[in-house]
Each structure stands twice: as C-alpha cells, then as structure tokens.
C-alpha cells in the first residue's frame, strides 16, 4: 500500500500550521500541542525541513521555526522527499531498477504511468493548497452518458 511515513504527515502538518498565519514563528511544542503529535519526533521533522531551506529556527524568547519560502512555491513532494527520501511506487523505479521479473513485466509500463501520475499531483499541491483548504473537496467523477447501460443485471 502506498501512504505517507507519519513523519511526512507531520511535516505537512507543521508547514500548514505555520502557513497558515503568513510570517508567524512557532515553537515546536506549540505545534505538536495543537495537533497532538510527539514533541521529539516533531522536531526531528522540522530540523529535516529546515536542512531543506523550507522552514528556519528561529532562537530566542519567541524562537521557533518559520517558513522562508512562500508556502505557494512549497511542494507536498519536496516536503516527502525532504522528510523521506525518494517516493518509490514499486522495485522498478529505483536506481537499480531491475527485478527478478523485469524481463518479462507486463505491468512495468503503466505502473510508470501511475508513478509519474503520483509525483505530479503531490508536485502540483502545495503548502498553501493545504493552509487554503479545511477538507478537499475532490472533483467527482464522470457521469456516464447512458445511465442505463451501467445497470448490473443480477440473476435471481
């Protein structure tokens, strides 16, 4: 199953927090106090975004960390690769990129697809699509153009 490390999550998390008050410097107890999250593990995350010139401690009185690029030019995947390295949908796609199957993958091409799919959409989200939005509203999908031809006949 593809899903995010929780420390990615947290990473999102604390980016949308302080997105979310443009110019606002948060500690990280204060951010893991808003959402929950462990303090240690928190500022593990924040020092990755911090190496990744994303976010900036701040030290003093009101330290904490800001962000130092505007929240529109933040990717969610800069961030996931920030916090996890490289997004690897399967085997194929590493810098090895061979398997024991690969010589006869049917599948190898359209999972590339998909993979390429992914790393679009999370290129394509940013920091201020996450502060911008309480829930997602996703697009729903097509409608057919005749509704009776979707209709599952069930023998009775």
């Known amino acids: 199953m ?12 604390a980016l949308r927090h302080l997105a979310s008050v443009p110019g606002a410097t948060a500690s990280t107890k204060d951010i893991a106090d808003a959402y929950h999250l462990p303090v240690t593990l928190l500022a593990k995350v924040l020092q990755q975004l911090a190496r990744a010139g994303i976010v900036q401690s701040v ?7 800001k962000l130092i690029r505007h929240p529109n030019a933040v990717s969610a995947l ?6 996890d390295g490289p997004v ?5 796609f590493t810098e ?13 091409e359209p999972l590339k697809k998909v993979h390429e799919a992914i790393l679009d959409v999370l290129n394509r989200f940013t920091i201020t699509d996450l502060a911008e939005s309480r829930s997602m509203k996703l697009t729903p999908g097509p409608v057919p153009l005749n509704p009776a031809s979707t209709i599952v006949h069930q023998e009775i």
Do not use: F, P
């Open 59 to 65: 030290s003093g009185t009101n330290g904490g960390y």
């Open 2 to 13: 593809l899903k995010l490390t929780k420390k990615a999550d947290y990473g999102l998390i």
């Open 78 to 83: 800069e961030v996931v690769r920030a916090i």
């Open 88 to 92: 690897i949908l399967t085997h194929c």
């Open 96 to 108: 090895h990129g061979t398997c024991d199957q690969s010589d006869n993958c049917t599948v190898r």
